[in-house]
T-cell receptor, first 110, second 114 residues
């Protein structure tokens, strides 16, 4: 079982819609969770991090964490073509090591 | 505050050669990690250094090695290059302060082995 699992997609949504990206993790002792965005040919850039159960909002982005279900999600509201990228979920495990999912490719259709 | 700096950005090497990549972390960050990214395998963890000591290591052959200097700058070396080593090599730094530890990536070094 992989430490972090994501649906690789591709996920396509129309412009203005909500994009929902999901991630599960295996280490129940994990403490912090991150979403990175990676444009083609570029390095990953941090979008958001979340430590506590519940929702965390930052502009059009909302991260959701459910530790009981070992589940993290990222919602992108009012999706824009510029949001088209690969989204990587990352988890800092109880051993203080980062694990990344394989990423979900998102395409926002104008 | 300057970000993570990696050099060189692009390089082409021949099979059998060796390569050294360099990384300067964000000022004040003492932890440096290296990742290999390929289209088929995604981001794969190579190793992490903290205060000049390798703290974690991924599942890569011994041809891949690294080190960290007293100023936190890090280098990674790949010897006897193989075609399959062609990848984007990413360096990431973090302050390594508790559960809020966040890693930030450099722009990467694109290695092509021919």
């Amino acid at each position: 079982q992989k430490e972090v699992e994501q649906n690789s997609g591709p996920l396509s949504v129309p412009e203005g819609a909500i994009a929902s990206l999901n991630c599960t993790y295996s280490d129940r002792g994990s403490q912090s969770f991150f979403w990175y965005r990676q444009y083609s040919g570029k390095s990953p850039e941090l979008i958001m991090f979340i430590y506590s159960n519940g929702d965390k909002e930052d502009g059009r982005f909302t991260a959701q964490l459910n530790k009981a279900s070992q589940y993290v999600s990222l919602l992108i509201r009012d999706s824009q073509p510029s949001d088209s990228a690969t989204y990587l979920c990352a988890v800092n495990t109880s051993g203080n090591q980062f694990y990344f999912g394989t990423g979900t490719s998102l395409t926002v259709i104008p | 505050k300057a970000g993570v700096t990696q050099t060189p950005r692009y390089l082409i090497k021949t099979r059998g050669q060796q390569v050294t990549l360099s990384c300067s972390p964000i000022s004040g960050h003492r932890s440096v990690s290296w990742y290999q990214q390929t289209p088929g395998q995604g981001l794969q963890f190579l190793f992490e250094y903290f205060s000049e000591t390798q703290r974690n290591k991924g599942n890569f052959p011994g041809r891949f090695s690294g080190r960290q200097f007293s100023n936190s700058r890090s280098e990674m070396n790949v010897s006897t290059l193989e075609l399959g080593d062609s990848a984007l090599y990413l360096c990431a730094s973090s302050s390594n302060r508790g559960a809020g530890n966040t890693i930030y990536f450099g722009e990467g070094s694109w290695l092509t082995v021919v």
